[in-house]
């Protein structure tokens, strides 16, 4: 069977894509702050994040975003 190593990376970096502009196509694009970017004061709970660690299967609601 093949090294499948390299299709797993692909794999997790287009479902971080996904992640990222279903969540990014939530917010308002005028006011809302790029929460990938931004660095939240509340750290005990879960954010976007550009790391695989809290990562959500399809996005982030506006709500749990900001």
Partial sequence: MPDNTVLLY?????AKHREANHTL??????TDPNPFASKFKDL??????KGLADSKPVAWAREEAL
């Fill in 10 to 14: 692909v794999r997790a970096d287009e």
């Fill in 25 to 30: 196509g939530n917010l308002d694009q005028k």
């Fill in 44 to 49: 005990s709970k879960p954010h976007p994040s």
